[in-house]
């Protein structure tokens, strides 16, 4: 090996030609260097100039856009008159005895306790338009919000009733006591008095705002186990503090029997038709099936009658590997019995109040008998004050931003409500 290229200082420095290789090779790299630098210094100009220009656009955009929004909303209000209620009020618990509402099957259930208040609950928003005549009949609708009993808000419904509101209905939406409550004595016949208390501080409320009392007409709905709530009232309850004219029942089960629980098998079959002709038919081709039942449906019925949610649950059931329920063990027939008492399709007679039902093709709990189900009591008793909206493509959500066809559902729903007013309030003519 070359000693001279072993020392590289010696070396270089005995080579000028290297040497210039050397320099000239930094300097290349330097230059190199020097251009990406500022390469990417004017793409950080750039990209800040961008960004400061169009930006500046996109937020004026913003800004023009909530304004738009707030004019808007400031605009939709002004026809509205939106006030509150309802936490300070007693809830008087009609299972006393001799209430009149009192059942022999229930007075160990709802055992005479007086309730605790609950003022995060027992609330309700009225909305009142300004234009109303005061002296004339005037409508109420009270809407009560989804949540399979135990979750939601009043506030879940307050897009609803304000376009109600905008048509020239008063319209409420309420709070309710959670069944998961069993501190505060609650049953799903405590809620029943609630809504009781709330139509009661409605009627008060819109009398302490010169309202004429005796013009005043209420219809009841809900979404969801809501509208099994509604049901269930206007069904059930005796004694309501203003008759209920007529009910909206969007997407409600009326029955916790296993065998009016059905789902699609296929998700994208479609069925036409959900009376109880086409639903038997649907069995037949396999288009439909039983929904599986397992422990939910136990614990839901127990929640109703105001027991702990696992009570009798494992009597029940068929294997602990799959928590499948024996419908026929006596312990689940048992339940089921006292279950009925909550269940609206239990009380459907030739008097039952006008009922709006809205159901939806693909939802996967309350299914499509449901409907054809509630629609085969009314024809039994002779009531032919039924009508369905069935919105085939959607599931348990009734409401889609950018789907036509929910869009179309709930146009054709607000024409319905608009239909049944008309022919079940009084007219101010008379």
Request: hydrophobic share 35%.
């Amino acid at each position: 090996m070359d000693e001279k290229k072993d020392n590289d200082l010696e070396y270089h420095l005995n080579d000028p030609e290297d040497v210039i290789k050397v320099n000239n090779h930094k300097k290349t790299i330097i230059i190199l260097l020097s251009v990406v630098l500022i390469l990417v210094v004017l793409g950080v100009v750039a990209f800040l100039i961008i960004k400061f220009v169009f930006g500046k656009k996109d937020e004026d955009k913003d800004k023009d856009s909530d304004n738009k929004k707030k004019d808007e909303e400031l605009k939709f209000n002004s026809y509205l008159n939106i006030s509150y209620g309802g936490e300070n009020n007693e809830i008087e618990n009609t299972f006393k005895t001799n209430g009149s509402n009192y059942n022999d099957v229930l007075g160990e259930i709802n055992n005479g306790k007086n309730y605790e208040q609950n003022p995060s609950r027992n609330l309700y928003d009225l909305y009142i338009p300004k234009n109303l005549d005061k002296n004339q009949y005037n409508k109420i609708i009270l809407l009560i919000h989804g949540g399979s009993y135990q979750l939601g808000d009043k506030s879940d419904l307050k897009d609803f009733c304000e376009s109600l509101a905008i048509q020239g209905n008063i319209a409420v939406t309420m709070a309710h006591t959670f069944l998961n409550n069993s501190h505060l004595n609650s049953t799903i016949f405590r809620i029943q008095d609630e809504i009781a208390t709330v139509i009661k501080n409605i009627k008060s409320n819109l009398k302490e705002k010169g309202f004429d009392e005796t013009k005043l007409e209420i219809a009841i709905g809900g979404a969801s186990s809501g509208s099994h709530l509604a049901l269930l009232y206007a069904y059930f309850y005796k004694n309501s503090p203003l008759e209920i004219k007529y009910v909206i029942n969007m997407i409600g089960p009326v029955t916790y029997e296993s065998q009016y629980f059905y789902v699609l098998i296929n998700k994208n079959d479609t069925l036409d038709q959900i009376d109880e002709e086409s639903i038997k038919k649907y069995e037949e081709e396999k288009k439909i099936m039983p929904l599986y039942v397992g422990p939910y449906f136990v614990q839901l019925m127990n929640i109703f009658l105001g027991y702990n949610e696992y009570n009798n649950l494992f009597p029940m059931i068929k294997s602990r590997e799959t928590m499948e329920i024996d419908t026929e063990s006596p312990a689940y027939k048992e339940l089921l019995e006292k279950a009925k008492l909550s269940f609206p399709i239990t009380y459907v007679n030739k008097n039952t109040p006008p009922t709006i039902c809205f159901y939806t093709g693909k939802d996967e709990f309350v299914g499509v008998k449901q409907y054809s189900y509630l629609k085969s009591e009314f024809e039994k008793n002779g009531n032919e004050k039924i009508d369905l909206i069935y919105v085939k493509g959607l599931n348990h959500v009734i409401y889609i931003e950018g789907s036509e066809e929910a869009k179309n559902g709930l146009n054709q729903l607000f024409g319905k409500i608009a239909e049944y007013s008309q022919r079940y309030f009084t007219p101010n003519n008379k």
